[in-house]
């Protein structure tokens, strides 16, 4: 794949390219499900004249700047940036000035192949037990209801499967009488071992009402009787891993940084560092690479693309939906009783302020002048032709 150097700001390896390269040996080894070959699709047309654009020109100069559309789809490493951004403001607003503990509950390894067979019900199984052990464990530790997002993750650096979920969670909490804000110990939340026991117990109840649901109707592991029942045995006997990191010193770093995990996907275009027909090498963590065939570049990439409609970003406690107004205020009070309620919502921004905070660069002035853009729609090429 011959590449020529990169413009200002743009990298010089495309994901889009090996996708368009090397779908079709995809395919031909690997058996692609309707959603994963609508994601390859969205990535290989995501800003080309399929997707049609515009082109914005100078009143003052004349200079010409073509911009074709973006796919939006959320597994594309082209289109995050400017929705991350739009989730970080709106999820600042409701912040509570307290610190913030990270912590990651991870699915054990023997439970992967079920996990891909039917990642909805696996993934929506480790979203549960993993908030009602941190929710569970601070009512009956710390007399007090916790707020939590959580996000799930389904990747190493390496891009291989490996579905976890992070947790940015309050330091403390409302407490259950809804009359006090209880804090924790300012370097210690809760005990992780007692959150993987937690972990384990909830997450082995859910699989058995899995199973019994017929779930797993069809996976050939379970076509022996005993089969379920020997993988059970074979997982962990004791506490599954549960890894909790020092607070946040600052609350406004908090979204921020899990901003960084909400809206990421498995791998982005500056981590590549060569692209041939025969190898991809992309880097892993600090200056660790990796290389592998293009083929199995891709194959892993379609294994973080999640169900249609899942919902990969959640609340819990005093940060889920029906506490926003009621317990989430209250403590909110509680920790500043200055705190006047805003009596109307924020003026929505329009993308284009978005943008031009994100990019520090008004996209409605010419960048030789600084004169204004007229645009032009430049329809997409596979559209339906105009009437007359």
Request: hydrophobic fraction near 40%; aromatic fraction near 6%; charged fraction near 25%.
């Amino acid at each position: 794949m011959t590449v020529s150097p990169a413009s200002a700001g743009r990298t010089r390896f495309d994901i889009a390219d090996i996708v368009r390269r090397h779908r079709a040996d995809l395919e031909a080894h690997v058996h692609l499900d309707v959603e994963q070959r609508r994601v390859l699709r969205a990535i290989a047309i995501c800003r080309t004249a399929a997707l049609g654009g515009h082109l914005d020109t100078c009143r003052s100069c004349g200079h010409e700047h073509p911009a074709y559309n973006s796919c939006r789809n959320r597994h594309c490493p082209k289109c995050q940036a400017l929705a991350q951004e739009r989730w970080i403001a709106a999820r600042s607003e409701r912040i509570l000035p307290v610190r913030h503990f990270h912590v990651v509950f991870t699915l054990p390894s023997q439970l992967r192949k079920l996990a891909r067979w039917n990642p909805r019900a696996l993934f929506d199984a480790l979203f549960h037990a993993a908030s009602r052990s941190l929710l569970e464990l601070g009512r009956d530790r710390l007399g007090c209801e916790l707020g939590a997002t959580m996000v799930l993750h389904t990747w190493t650096r390496e891009l291989l499967f490996h579905p976890h979920v992070h947790a940015v969670v309050t330091a403390g909490g409302l407490s259950l009488d809804g009359l006090h804000w209880r804090g924790c110990a300012r370097d210690y939340l809760l005990p992780v071992e007692v959150l993987g026991t937690l972990l384990r117990g909830k997450m082995l109840a859910a699989l058995n009402a899995l199973y019994d649901q017929g779930a797993f109707k069809g996976l050939e592991a379970f076509d022996d009787p005993e089969g379920f029942d020997r993988m059970m045995r074979q997982l962990p006997p004791t506490r599954w891993l549960v890894y909790a990191k020092k607070p946040f010193r600052r609350t406004r770093h908090v979204f921020e940084y899990l901003g960084r995990y909400t809206h990421r996907v498995g791998i982005s275009n500056s981590r590549l560092l060569d692209v041939t027909p025969q190898r991809v090498t992309f880097r892993t963590r600090g200056d660790k690479t990796t290389t592998i065939a293009p083929v199995e570049f891709l194959a892993r990439l379609v294994d973080h693309v999640l169900p249609p409609r899942f919902v990969k970003i959640r609340h819990y406690g005093l940060l889920a939906a029906v506490n926003v107004d009621g317990k989430l205020e209250q403590a909110r009070r509680l920790l500043n009783p200055e705190t006047v309620p805003a009596t109307r919502p924020p003026k929505p921004h329009s993308w284009l302020d978005d943008l031009a905070s994100l990019t520090q660069r008004d996209v409605r002035r010419c960048p030789k002048c600084g004169g204004e853009i007229v645009t032009i729609v430049i329809p997409a090429s596979r559209a339906p032709p105009v009437p007359p």
